[in-house]
């Protein structure tokens, strides 16, 4: 089967710096994306992950460790705009694979 | 500007009846596909298509049914048999297989049950 697991909920204040976990099974596996879903709005891509490290892009960051079935975004200097879902998924082959979502909440 | 277009924002389905949701993407992308969002929840693939009048089954394909006659198009119908259908479905797309894990969504429709 696939599973991928990621917290709930994160809450943190503005300027801060958050990290959101996911973990992940599956029995294909190409790379790990995220994406981040303001309420009832449409997933938006934020980075990808094929190899082993970390890939940086603004004030997003995103690990992978692929003997550790495992990675995480970084989110830093925290802004009240970041405050929506963010989803891990694992390109399996030809489709992607969603978590379930972490709800991040950022207070001022 | 290029993107993907999805109808209606909201949808009502009475029971016992078939509903079609519209997909339509002008990035000349090769591969589409279609989730499934309950509240509070991920995105489950219902089904995908990597090429014209070819698609594949998702993880929760039973009660809908798509087609893919042109490139641009991959509508979703979601048939009686769904007896759940209350969900926010989003419509997405890819350059092709690989490039699967970037995908372009569309704002989403809302399904309701009267």
């Known amino acids: 089967g696939q599973s991928l697991e990621q917290p709930s909920e994160v809450t943190a204040v503005e300027g801060a710096i958050v990290q959101i976990n996911c973990t992940y099974q599956?029995?294909?596996?190409?790379?790990l994306s995220w994406y981040q879903q303001h309420d009832g709005g449409a997933p938006t891509f934020l980075s990808y992950?094929?190899?082993?490290g970390l890939e940086e892009t603004g004030r997003f960051s995103s690990f992978l460790s692929r003997s550790d079935s495992y990675g995480y975004l970084l989110l830093q200097e925290l802004q009240m705009k970041d405050s929506a879902s963010y989803f891990c998924?694992?390109?399996?082959?030809?489709?992607?694979?969603f978590g379930t979502g972490t709800r991040l909440q950022v207070f001022p | 500007d290029g993107g993907i277009t999805q109808s209606p924002k909201y949808l009502f389905r009475k029971e016992g009846q078939n509903v079609t949701l519209s997909c339509e993407q002008n990035l000349n992308h090769d591969a589409m596909y279609w989730y499934r969002q309950d509240p509070g929840q991920g995105l489950r693939l219902i089904y995908y298509?990597?090429?014209?009048?070819?698609?594949q089954k998702g993880d929760i394909a039973e009660g809908y049914s798509v087609s893919r006659e042109k490139k641009e198009s991959f509508p979703l119908t979601v048939t009686s048999a769904q007896k759940n259908p209350t969900a926010f479905y989003l419509c997405?797309?890819?350059?092709?297989?690989?490039?699967?894990?970037?995908?372009?969504f569309g704002s989403g429709t809302q399904l309701s049950v009267l």
């Open positions: 998924a694992v390109e399996n082959t030809d489709k992607l694979i």
């Open positions: 992950n094929a190899l082993d």
């Open positions: 997405a797309s890819s350059i092709g297989s690989q490039g699967a894990e970037k995908l372009f």
């Open positions: 298509s990597q090429i014209v009048n070819d698609f």
């Open positions: 599956t029995s294909g596996f190409y790379g």
